[in-house]
């Protein structure tokens, strides 16, 4: 009684987590198959002690399939998305391809789950920093109506891919050595350094990145009186995206019900120790599920205005633990 | 002509580029002592080709002394600037200790060098932070009047000590090597992670290096109305601070003014390329003198409001070359 699944991207950094998670969650599946782009068709795969083979992604690869877990990239889900539906599979798409599709539900299962049940085959997971902002917000705007949030994020290499988090490791070691090295898929030097998100730019100023923080949010809590302004920045870490919020309320809020808020939440934990100074970190978040949030105080510069520090890991909730919460609901 | 000059602290990361800017910057000096903690006396520093001894600094260091730089720390400054005063020293003081005296000046001088001249034995270099924000805000405050600032910050090693730079070093090899490694100034791993600035938290939730932002920003520009608040993190970095800052105005702005602003400002620079996606990095403003600005870009979520991204040199314009530049207007 469970799912016939196909992984699409199956040997990338998203891929590999989904796998893990498919595993650890007890996801209920009929049969597994793994595709992935011709480069990486034949490598063998360990899935719950069997080995399984990777088959090249072609457009007959979705007969007898339910469920396609897609995250080879927004191209590949655009050409090969719609021959899984037509093939009678439901896509839970991690790319950004179909995200602002009105066709398409947009969703974090913690925040609109209802959306699951309109789909017409093809179910959208938000971008990384989106899910991440959107947990920790949601709650206080529930109670309180957020109506602008500007964010800065501090975004890891994982985003990029498991070549990026390779290449950042490599990178660092060469520097480190006084050696050269030549990077292949980031465009900047990334040991001991930061770089504004290499997403492409829009015509307004803001990456691609930025403006699915805008975009997203707003499609996600179906609210187009929430306004986001982002700066979305890469710095040196491997796998788990900071945010800094700056949230404007419309009404008066308080800051020990929001901490309760943020406790009762699902999917979010507060985690900070004032007296030690210890705030939520990429290593506290690296490899686990949650949200964590903390330093949450006042705006001193205007009413109604909260500041709070988020981390989580890019790969988990930020993608693979998303796409299989979808999942698991449908 | 010149000053007799000493220098506490020398054998410090910041003391080490302001001995660097007298040489190159061919400072008027008639002497030059170097003190420090003594631990470090003894030590012997090249100068111009000349071998210098580092003295113990006692109450008795400033004997025929006439400008003393200061950065051996607050507590040190705190002791010891009182002794160079009365000696009949001026101390340009690179701490925190006397910055929001009502008797120090508190001076960046591209910004308010006429405040030097109201000395009375003190002038006091603003937190690095506070002036690498402040180069970029000047010229646009002065046009369309800043009145509310959110700021994160991307800080780097260099903030804590030349100890911390190393320790990053050091910390990030062994974590590449899978080998354990001992802290001594840094609380967290810093290697591939962010955390909250470590220095210590105020009652409002703010760390003690945002409320100077708050603070300092009001003293220099002399505006009461001007309000700044600040998510200060420190990020695997070397040495150089990046900033992003989102700036309402009073006044409706214009982006292709800003920019003719900025370019034209003293120790700004700008560096972009949004063809090729390319803006300020922190390896850009290693070593160099300018802040450097880009990625202007009109804030979506609300009217008269600007997105802009600064890099500088922690070191020099954050610390060694802005102490050098007020002792040059003495």
Not at 180 to 185: A, E, K, M, P, T
Request: net charge negative; charged share 25%; hydrophobic share 40%.
């Amino acid at each position: 009684m469970g799912f016939r699944t196909a992984i699409m991207g199956a040997t990338g950094a998203v891929g590999q987590e989904l796998l893990r998670l498919l595993d650890e969650r007890n996801f209920p599946l009929d049969s597994l198959t793994l595709l992935a782009s011709k480069r990486s068709a034949g490598k063998k795969i360990i899935f719950k002690g069997e080995e399984l083979t990777v088959q090249e992604l072609t457009h007959d690869s979705f007969k007898d399939i339910d469920l396609v877990l897609s995250s080879a990239g927004g191209s590949i889900s655009a050409e090969f998305a719609p021959s899984a539906v037509k093939a009678g599979a439901v896509v839970v798409d991690n790319t950004s391809h179909y995200r602002m599709d009105p066709e398409v539900p947009l969703v974090v299962p913690e925040i609109n789950a209802d959306e699951i049940k309109n789909h017409k085959g093809i179910i959208a997971n938000p971008n990384c920093t989106t899910i991440l902002m959107l947990l920790a917000l949601a709650p206080l705007h529930k109670k309180w109506k957020a109506k602008r949030v500007v964010c800065s994020t501090y975004q890891a290499a994982s985003g990029a891919g498991a070549i990026a988090m390779q290449e950042l490791a490599d990178e660092t070691r060469a520097l480190l050595d006084n050696k050269d090295y030549q990077r292949s898929v980031i465009p900047h030097q990334y040991a001991f350094n930061v770089f504004a998100h290499n997403s492409p730019m829009t015509e307004n100023g803001y990456c691609e990145e930025e403006m699915k923080m805008v975009n997203e949010t707003v499609k996600i809590m179906n609210d187009k009186n929430l306004k986001v302004t982002a700066t979305c920045v890469r710095v040196p870490i491997l796998r788990a995206h900071s945010e800094a919020l700056n949230i404007e309320f419309e009404d008066e809020f308080d800051i020990q019900e929001a901490y309760e808020l943020l406790r009762n939440a699902e999917g979010v934990e507060v985690l900070e120790n004032r007296a030690e100074n210890r705030w939520p970190m990429p290593i506290d978040a690296t490899g686990t599920d949650p949200v964590y949030v903390g330093r949450l105080r006042r705006d001193l510069t205007q009413p109604k205005t909260l500041e709070l520090w988020l981390v989580g890991d890019q790969i988990l909730k930020g993608a693979a633990l998303n796409a299989v919460q979808i999942a698991e609901k449908l």
